[in-house]
């Protein structure tokens, strides 16, 4: 076999993630391994979920990373609080509430869905609407950020109406954390997961969450087993717990967290609502530039995600062509359309520590350039 070590090239990352990651997160990964039980690595999880919680905003102890990826938090989330025959209101609009639809019915939970177009938030009507009709839902599932969209729903608003129906909570942050504001205590979230690979920029493969005191006891009064026992939560919060004596459940990914712990540092230094502010600065940046060059976003201004633009291909553009010509000559990714906007659609996305202007103007003048 010919094979020698892979060596990729430095792309600037403006898909939908993963996204740029600084030098310090990157070199971050590369220091010397220690053991996962090591008295220095448990001392860094527990900074960890300090961090965190400053990131979801929350004082819940039942707060950490899933050394998994995004869908692995999604699972996290419903398989521990879907209990065989319990209804679930799922909102979709994007292909990620359907994602969510498959977890709930992989849980043998009865789904009761409410859907939206793609491109439009979730109705917070319909949902009110679908709880009056079903006292019986035990919980109400949504995305905030849809990423094959760039759509934003009211996470807020979703989960008032959610406590007025005596129903928890599991919210898909994985495009949101970091990039808008996402606020689990003042907002009464009770389950939330997120990604580590999007506005955290870190390296992918993990997947933040939390749990409320009311999530952790629906797990805990649990009639039946989790039916996967690696992400088990009652199993894994003796692994991830500060109060406990620290017991092996797996083999974390221990420099994966390294940078995990690099980034959170760099968001916590940066301050949240300023990293919130730089998405709302440099989209509006590559909004009015996009507009400039004649060029088209797709949704509406009032649920529009800063941090993942749906760019409108122009009639008669091979959208491909272009993507692969901004990637070749200006190692330069975005992202195609996903799910009903595949060829209709560019997705932009400003994430993390791609969020800046030396990016956002490098975009603008390679596009110029593309679409000639
Ligand atoms: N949910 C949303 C909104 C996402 O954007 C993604 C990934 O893009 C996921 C879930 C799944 O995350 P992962 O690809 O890390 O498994």
Not at 31 to 39: E, K, T
Not at 255 to 268: F, G, I, K, P, V
């Amino acid at each position: 076999m010919d094979i020698s070590s892979f060596n990729p090239p430095r792309r600037i990352l403006m898909g939908p993630g993963p996204s740029d990651i600084s030098p310090q997160v990157l070199q971050a990964q590369s220091r010397p391994i220690i053991g996962h039980l090591d008295p220095l690595f448990v001392n860094m999880m527990d900074e960890i979920k300090a961090l965190l919680q400053y990131a979801f905003q929350t004082q819940n102890a039942h707060t950490f990373a899933v050394s998994a990826p995004g869908s692995a938090g999604m699972e996290t989330c419903f398989v521990n609080l879907v209990e065989p025959g319990d209804k679930v209101v799922v909102c979709i609009n994007g292909v990620f509430g359907q994602r969510m639809l498959e977890n709930v019915e992989r849980c043998g939970g009865v789904p009761v869905v409410v859907e939206d177009s793609w491109g439009e938030a979730v109705s917070i009507e319909k949902v009110s609407q679908t709880l009056e009709q079903h006292p019986d839902a035990k919980i109400l599932a949504f995305v905030h950020a849809e990423t094959s969209t760039g759509v934003a729903s009211d996470a807020q608003a979703l989960c008032a109406l959610a406590k007025q129906h005596n129903c928890l909570t599991i919210v898909d942050a994985v495009t949101s954390l970091g990039g808008i504001p996402v606020k689990v205590d003042e907002w009464g979230i009770d389950a939330i997961y997120s990604g580590s690979q999007k506005c955290l920029s870190c390296v992918p493969g993990l997947s933040p969450v939390s749990f409320s005191q009311a999530a952790v006891s629906k797990l805990t009064s649990r009639n039946s087993k989790v039916q996967s026992w690696f992400l088990d939560q009652s199993l894994v919060m003796g692994y991830w717990s500060g109060e406990q004596k620290r017991s092996y459940h797996h083999t974390a990914p221990v420099t994966a967290l390294y940078a995990l712990h690099e980034s959170l540092l760099a968001l916590y230094k940066e301050g949240l609502e300023q990293s919130w502010q730089r998405h709302a600065d440099m989209h509006s940046q590559l909004a009015d530039g996009l507009t400039e060059l004649g060029l088209d976003l797709m949704v509406d201004q009032s649920c529009r995600l800063p941090q993942l633009n749906l760019v409108a291909i122009p009639n008669g553009v091979d959208e491909a062509a272009i993507r692969a010509k901004l990637l070749n000559n200006y190692n330069l990714e975005i992202g195609a359309g996903l799910g009903q906007f595949a060829g209709k659609a560019w997705r932009i996305g400003l994430m993390g520590y791609a969020a800046r202007k030396e990016n956002v103007s490098l975009c603008l003048a390679a596009l110029a350039e593309v679409l000639g």
